[in-house]
């Protein structure tokens, strides 16, 4: 991480500015798991433009505060999984089916009617982007296979493994492009590891390291209870984590401050590098650096400094832009402080 220590990095979603997206509609639904136009205020001719224009306001932002690890903000998403899950073949955009939310809310998902393939690269603009308008290390998100196949409504597949190994096919060919167009790094978000563990053990970590078979860049996972403005209660600890420590993956994404997380978990996740959620995003006022410091200074008995990247609890999608940017610079400067600390030590 360039000599970093304790690099600093959002998880991936950044607030998309009121003139682009219709934020009151956005957070009144469940995140959208097909298309969602309705919900862009920019006509369709423009929007690519005006997308280009929201990405380097959160690029800006980004280093404003000062973060080491820069992401696009995923402004050109109207959820982190829908924009790729829908770009697939096999999927019957305009049928939809319904699949039951991590809520247990039945909501408007992918039909799946045929072999799961990527017809073409969906977000390696996207890192070129990016790519071209900061000279700091930058990530980009993908949603994950196993993820993806509990968004789908299944009717072609004889099983859902079946089906999520064909959604690794494509998300493996997706990684190898963002590489390509100039990724650091690159996250799976595998929310869906945390609300069905029994399906992540049976077959969804197989999908995982399938998608990162042969993949020779930094990756990491992102596993979470939900964003904050959707998801109310926390458990208190992860019903899938130490399996982990088996996935191929360098970097695992883990929420610990709105869950108050008892952090000695971390241990089973030796040799892992930890992208320690430090935000707690249901609340609404912005953390002072000391409070993040601390949050930091927990879990450093169990994880090497070396190993760890700071960063929000999840996407800072639903939040206030201005509250966005002050929790990611109290996230800055709480880790200087702790810097400082090692530093000293």
Not at 48 to 54: L, S
Not at 166 to 187: K, P, T, W
Not at 248 to 264: G, K, M, P, Y
């Amino acid at each position: 991480m360039k000599n970093v220590l304790l690099p600093t990095s959002l998880v991936g979603s950044y607030p998309q500015p009121d003139w682009l997206i219709d934020r009151e509609k956005l957070a009144g639904r469940f995140p959208p798991r097909v298309r969602a136009t309705e919900l862009w205020r920019v006509q369709p001719e423009f929007l690519e433009q005006a997308q280009d224009d929201a990405t380097l306001l959160a690029i800006r932002d980004q280093e404003r505060a000062g973060l080491d690890i820069i992401t696009d903000g995923e402004m050109r998403r109207e959820s982190y999984s829908n924009r790729f899950a829908t770009a697939l073949d096999g999927v019957d955009i305009d049928n939809h089916g319904v699949a039951l939310d991590r809520s247990g809310h039945p909501n408007p998902v992918p039909r799946v009617v045929g072999r799961i393939r990527r017809r073409h690269a969906v977000e390696a603009r996207d890192v070129a982007f990016l790519r071209a308008n900061t000279d700091r290390m930058i990530k980009i998100t993908v949603p994950g296979p196993f993820t993806m196949s509990q968004q789908a409504q299944n009717d072609f597949y004889e099983s859902e493994a079946e089906m999520a190994l064909d959604y690794a096919e494509a998300v493996n060919a997706e990684i190898r492009d963002l590489f390509a167009a100039g990724a650091d790094i690159v996250q799976i978000d595998e929310p869906y590891m945390q609300a069905r563990p029994e399906k992540a053990r049976e077959f969804g970590l197989a999908a995982v390291n399938r998608a990162l078979e042969g993949i020779t860049g930094r990756t990491a996972l992102h596993i979470c209870f939900g964003y904050a403005a959707v998801i109310h209660e926390r458990p208190s600890g992860y019903s899938f984590l130490p399996e982990l420590a088996g996935c191929c993956v360098h970097e695992i994404s883990l929420e610990t401050a709105q869950s108050s997380l008892d952090t000695s978990v971390l241990e089973k996740l030796r040799g892992k590098t930890i992208i320690l959620g430090v935000l707690d995003l249901s609340d609404p006022s912005v953390e002072t650096p000391e409070v993040v410091a601390a949050r930091i200074r927990r879990a450093l008995p169990h994880v090497d400094p070396e190993n760890v990247i700071v960063a929000p609890d999840c996407g800072l999608k639903y939040l206030p832009r201005e509250v966005a940017f002050g929790k990611m610079k109290a996230m800055v400067d709480g880790t200087a402080i702790v810097r400082r600390e090692i530093g000293g030590a």
